[in-house]
């Protein structure tokens, strides 16, 4: 059945924030930065659902679907990228194919999360404890025995980190099945086949723009595919799943809200500011772009930073945990959309300050996160998605992969052929 317009445009919406996110992603890295982004695609999903029971548990999904994307962030992808931009097919598909591999597990583990939340009721309990040991043991054992002992490697000599992801993955999968957590599961598989085709199809997109010499950062092309798609698929599930309506409630017990809310608001922001508002890092930028010593004005966004995220987390953590000393205490559609708005834009700013497109003009992608956001605020009130559930399909699931993955073959045949050897190529197998 044809996806109609309510939940089409939705859809894409959902994509253009985690896709956005994701991009601004790209200039922090690892675990803290993928949360970030994360975080914000689960939000927008959140507000375009427009479902009253979930505000109370947005801040909830919102930093479990963080958790879970920002895992991937442990996972090197660079040597893989760079088999992508190889000569000969063998390589070239190796290196998509892992990249479907790692954008994959990203986005797998990050809806899954997202989806257990959604699913948590008090009819159906889900059991924290056991499902975070499981994904510990799991993402423990395989990497031990896969990399470890059988030695099978994806990006030597670089970290094999994606194998710890990967019993992550499994356990979680596991215990999506054993629990019977359809939705979450629903989830988790279409936002793991939206992350890992976005991946591969984005680093095709980064060759094909570097062949044809597109004045870009093509980089940064690569990194909005692979949240772009993965956004699309986690709301995809998310919107055709069926989850339980929750009862309204007169007074909502916040005192399991704490870490949640300081991990996502607090602990996530300070962690990217902390790991990348460095001296060292900043300073050649800053130096460049205003043609003497920077040591000031480093100093200046350093501080302009660190209160532009400590002062919307302060006002956020008073706002939601004094909830429990209210007779009503439900959050609203308002106080849900202001997090995310605010949220999202901090993100923004920390990118353009630490690129120091205050000053100039020259990443003009950072002026288009800009753009993206406007659309995004402008379009999420006016769209509610309307699609009908549809129950879980292994098989299908099982097509779908399968014809992503002779896609990919064939861009890779279509990469090989437009190009010859290339700054940054690398090769896993040898001829």
Same mark, same amino acid.
């Given at each position: ?50 479902r009253?029971?979930? #505000? ?46 790692i954008?994959?597990? #990203? ?16 009819? /159906?309990?889900?059991?924290w ?12 054992? &395989? ?5 470890e ?34 939705g ?39 990194? #909005? ?15 055709t ?7 309204? !409630? ?13 991990? *996502? ?6 962690? !990217? ?33 660190? &209160? &532009? ?7 956020? *953590?008073?706002?939601f ?5 209210? *007779? ?29 497109s ?20 402008l ?16 098989? /299908? ?35």
């Amino acid at each position: 059945m044809a996806i109609n317009r309510q939940t089409f445009i939705s859809l894409i919406i959902a994509g253009m924030a985690l896709g956005t996110a994701w991009a601004i992603r790209g200039q922090f890295g690892h675990e803290q930065g993928a949360a970030w982004a994360g975080g914000i695609g689960c939000l927008a999903i959140i507000l375009l659902a427009k479902r009253q029971d979930w #505000y109370n548990k947005a801040i909830k999904a919102a930093f479990a679907g963080a958790v879970g994307w920002g895992l991937g962030g442990m996972m090197s992808y660079g040597a893989v990228v760079g088999y992508g931009r190889g000569i000969e097919f063998v390589n070239v598909y190796y290196g998509l194919a892992m990249l479907f591999v790692i954008g994959g597990l #990203y986005g797998f583990i990050g809806g899954g999360l997202f989806g257990l939340v959604l699913a948590d009721n008090p009819d /159906k309990k889900i059991k924290w404890h056991r499902v975070i040991t499981e994904m510990t043991v799991g993402g423990v054992i &395989f990497y031990y025995f896969i990399i470890e002992q059988l030695g099978i490697q994806m990006t030597p000599p670089r970290s094999e980190a994606w194998g710890v992801c990967a019993g992550i993955g499994l356990a979680l999968m596991y215990y999506l099945a054993r629990t019977g957590q359809h939705g979450a599961m629903r989830v988790a598989v279409y936002a793991g086949l939206g992350g890992g085709f976005g991946f591969a199809f984005g680093n095709f997109l980064q060759v094909m723009g570097n062949v044809a010499q597109v004045r870009f950062n093509m980089w940064n092309v690569m990194e #909005y595919s692979l949240g772009f798609f993965g956004g699309i698929g986690m709301a995809y599930g998310t919107f055709t799943s069926s989850w339980p309506e929750e009862k309204a !409630v007169t007074r909502y017990n916040t005192s399991n809200l704490s870490l949640p809310l300081i991990g *996502l608001v607090l602990l996530i922001p300070f962690f !990217v500011w902390q790991q990348s508002f460095i001296m060292k890092d900043l300073q050649p930028t800053l130096d460049r772009l205003t043609g003497g010593d920077s040591t000031g004005l480093v100093r200046t966004v350093q501080w302009a930073a660190f &209160f &532009f995220m400590i002062i919307p987390a302060t006002y956020w *953590l008073a706002t939601f945990s004094g909830k429990k000393n209210q *007779l009503e205490a439900r959050f609203s559609q308002k106080e849900i959309s202001g997090l995310f708005i605010g949220y999202f834009l901090i993100y923004i700013v920390f990118t353009i300050l630490i690129t120091g497109s205050f000053l100039s003009f020259y990443r003009i992608e950072q002026f288009l996160y800009l753009i993206n956001f406007a659309v995004i605020l402008l379009v999420i009130p006016k769209f509610t998605p309307t699609e009908t559930f549809k129950p879980i399909s292994p098989k /299908k699931w099982t097509l779908i992969l399968f014809l992503l993955l002779v896609f990919v073959a064939l861009l890779s045949l279509i990469a090989i052929n437009s190009h010859g050897e290339m700054p940054g190529m690398n090769r896993r197998f040898e001829f």
